[in-house]
């Protein structure tokens, strides 16, 4: 059971709730890079950065029980994307007396060190941030997986996911979110895991960075 943190505490959610349908189905946060899962990685960055952590997954809880965090279904029905688990985070949070969280995706296993300080400071009037960073080609490339939510607008995110609403940045643009814009670096910060490729990709990044 996580303590009650104080109101002005950040927490982390790590977004876990994806059909992972390229990978041939399953948990893309339980495959092992170089002999930890993804998840544990993801863990491993995002913990020290916030004052406590939960996962975002449907289905039975018990396969993350080695994490010692608790898990996060969505309160929306239908599996409706990666808002459904913000809300959920959300949800969670304003139990615990915490004023926002902090979001991960959990098939990133190189975000940044620095994800919630760069959020905060970037955070619009709302208090929403999302992370982005250049592409291969220079552009700017947002990831709203990454993000930085307050409490206080979860009710209005519940009536937009009630309406319909799936895009994340038609609700963050809505809200004057902030861009917290981090260096793309010698590898990509937001790197992802979503084929077989992917995990061949990361493990030779891994190695490099040894």
């Known amino acids: 059971m996580t303590e009650r943190v104080m109101t002005d505490a950040f927490l ?11 990978m041939g189905g399953g948990d893309k946060g339980l495959l092992r ?3 930890e899962t993804l998840l544990h990685r993801v863990v ?29 279904a969505d ?43 760069r959020l ?11 992370a ?12 709203p997986t990454f ?8 009710e209005d995110l519940r009536a937009a996911l009630e309406g319909g609403l799936r895009k994340i940045v038609l609700w963050t643009d809505a809200h004057g979110a902030g861009t917290a814009v981090f260096p793309a670096g ?4 937001f790197f992802n895991v979503n084929t077989p490729e992917d995990m061949e990709r990361a493990r030779t990044l891994l190695r490099s960075q040894a």
């Open 75 to 117: 309160t929306v029905p239908d599996q409706p994307g990666p808002l459904a688990g913000v809300l959920a985070g959300l949800d969670w949070a304003a139990e615990q007396g915490a004023a926002a969280i902090v979001s991960a995706a959990a098939d990133t296993p190189f975000f940044p060190r620095d994800l919630v300080a």
């Open 12 to 22: 982390g959610v790590i977004l876990a709730g994806g059909r992972a349908t390229r």
């Open 186 to 189: 010698a590898v990509d910060p």
């Open 120 to 130: 905060k400071a970037a955070a619009g009037a709302s208090g929403l941030a999302l």
């Open 33 to 35: 890079l170089e002999g």
């Open 132 to 143: 982005a960073a250049p592409d291969g080609e220079g552009r700017l490339r947002r990831h």
């Open 44 to 72: 491993a960055r995002l913990a020290p950065q916030v004052q406590g952590l939960a996962v975002n997954a449907n289905g039975d809880p018990t396969r993350f029980a080695d994490l010692g965090l608790p898990v996060l």
């Open 147 to 154: 993000g930085l939510w307050p409490v206080a607008l979860r």
